[in-house]
């Protein structure tokens, strides 16, 4: 079965401070991997995903996230933040049945950045 | 844009009453789905559905129903309302299988319901 885990449930960060929210994966089968992001009283947003190819994905808002196989992460990271990145970010990892793409989702990582 | 609605952002009902949540895409998606989000427990899938009256039970299915008359609108219902059912409900739209690969999923703005 495949699972996600966020090791962090709440980060604390300063403006202009770099930020790493850790994804664990595990999955017997094929891994696309995804980052949401949730604004307050907001619903979620795509931030990027891995498919294949190259194991650096870029998203918006200047994020991005390494696909490591053999330690089986997807860590999203940003150089520098803005007040504008609080918000709670998901990882989640794909999986198919009946045709239809489920996603299974991690605990959460809320960010708070401080002034 | 993609667009998925949700009918309210905030409800309180009470123990017993039969509740229903609404969602409606614009995008003409096949599939469709509904989440809980509680704190510390990220989103838990309910139900999906991959078709039009075709519905599928997720990981936490009990004490919900739900239906799929039309291609974009997919209705949770709560048939006999209680505390625990008092969460964050988040509706997803996505299209079907393209090539293979996994699309992204749509999410509405989310309905929050407290059960009294």
């Known amino acids: 079965a495949q699972s996600v885990t966020q090791l962090d449930s709440q980060v604390p960060v300063f403006e202009e401070a770099p930020v790493e929210l850790r994804c664990n994966y595990s999955s017997s089968v094929s891994v696309y991997l995804f980052w949401y992001v949730q604004y307050p009283n907001q619903g979620l947003q795509l931030l990027l995903k891995y498919l294949s190819g190259s194991t650096l994905v870029k998203g918006i808002n200047g994020f991005e996230a390494e696909f490591n196989k053999s330690q089986t992460s997807f860590h999203l990271r940003k150089p520098s933040v803005h007040i504008s990145d609080t918000a709670e970010y998901f990882c989640?990892?794909?999986?198919?049945?009946?045709?239809?793409?489920?996603?299974?989702f991690g605990q959460g990582t809320r960010l708070t950045i401080n002034p | 844009d993609v667009k998925v609605t949700q009918s309210s952002r905030y409800l309180v009902k009470r123990t017993g009453e039969k509740v229903f949540l609404e969602c409606v895409q614009d995008?003409?998606?096949?599939?469709m789905f509904w989440y809980r989000q509680d704190p510390g427990l990220g989103l838990r899938l309910i139900y999906f559905s991959y078709d039009v009256k075709m519905k599928e039970k997720g990981d936490i299915p009990e004490g919900y129903s739900v239906s799929r008359e039309k291609k974009e609108r997919f209705s949770l219902i709560l048939e006999s309302a209680s505390t625990n059912q008092t969460s964050m409900y988040l509706c997803?739209?996505?299209?079907?299988?393209?090539?293979?690969?996994?699309?992204?999923?749509?999410f509405g703005p989310g309905t929050r319901l407290l059960v009294l």
């Open positions: 995008m003409d998606h096949e599939n």
């Open positions: 989640a990892v794909s999986r198919f049945v009946q045709g239809a793409q489920k996603l299974v």
């Open positions: 997803a739209s996505v299209e079907g299988l393209a090539g293979g690969w996994p699309e992204t999923q749509y």
